[in-house]
């Protein structure tokens, strides 16, 4: 098994559909992240899970909802998203050495959204 | 405001050397990460940097200076693999990381 995997890779979807994005970490990490990665802009932190407690939501819209069941596992639930919010979303896992973020991030290959 | 600047895209040839610069302007710094990101791939960890001065790890090598707000990549000998998206990332005075937009590096043979 790879470090962070994303399912799908690759996801379609009307402004009027609910989809969710799954990562899946197998590095024992206790922290977890959901970037939004559009073209030639920077990385965009949307949520920070740490132990399965969200500890950070950047102003991100409701039609974003995510959910951490497990130290494992973290799913972007999404709905009624407009076309703006095309882009690449990134999952990624962190041991904090002692403060927040500031370990290395594994990152997992993205799922690239298209609202239509 | 916080703000990340590095070049939009550079080009270099197989086999030379290449620096890709990156300057800050953040609230505090607690350390400086590069990252490396091949078309369609998740972004991977190349260096991290706290202190000034530089980081050698084979071919890449990181640069930085604090009190000028700057670090660089240096790649060397370079290849065609090479080829790819470099993330700047600082950590700022509440330990979040700021990111730059990236510099796309693409190397002609």
């Known amino acids: 098994e790879t470090g962070v995997t994303q399912t799908p890779r690759h996801l379609v979807m009307g402004m009027t559909n609910k989809k969710s994005l799954k990562c899946e970490q197998h590095?024992?990490?206790?922290?977890m992240y959901w970037y939004k990665q559009s073209a030639k802009k920077p990385l965009e932190l949307m949520f920070v899970?740490?132990?399965?407690?969200?500890?950070e939501n950047n102003s991100v819209p409701s039609r974003f909802s995510p959910e951490c069941p497990n130290s494992s596992h973290l799913f972007l639930h999404l709905h009624t998203l407009q076309p703006e919010d095309s882009a690449l979303y990134l999952c990624?896992?962190?041991?904090?050495?002692?403060?927040?973020?500031?370990?290395?991030?594994?990152f997992g290959e993205g799922s690239r959204l298209t609202v239509l | 405001g916080q703000n990340i600047d590095q070049p939009t895209e550079m080009t270099a040839t197989e086999g030379a050397i290449v620096q890709i610069n990156c300057t800050y302007q953040?609230?505090?710094?607690?350390?400086l990460f590069w990252y490396q990101q091949h078309a369609g791939e998740a972004p991977t960890f190349l260096s991290y940097?706290?202190l000034d001065g530089l980081e050698e790890k084979g071919r890449f090598s990181s640069f930085l200076s604090r009190s000028k707000g700057y670090s660089y990549l240096l790649l060397k000998e370079l290849q065609m693999k090479d080829s790819a998206s470099y993330l700047c990332?600082?950590?700022?005075?509440?330990?979040?990381?700021?990111w730059g937009a990236g510099t796309k590096l693409i190397i002609k043979p």
């Open positions: 990624a896992s962190s041991q904090p050495t002692g403060d927040l973020n500031t370990g290395e991030l594994f």
């Open positions: 953040t609230s505090g710094f607690n350390g």
């Open positions: 590095l024992g990490h206790n922290a």
């Open positions: 940097n706290v």
């Open positions: 990332a600082v950590v700022d005075s509440n330990y979040q990381l700021i």
């Open positions: 899970y740490s132990l399965e407690e969200r500890v």
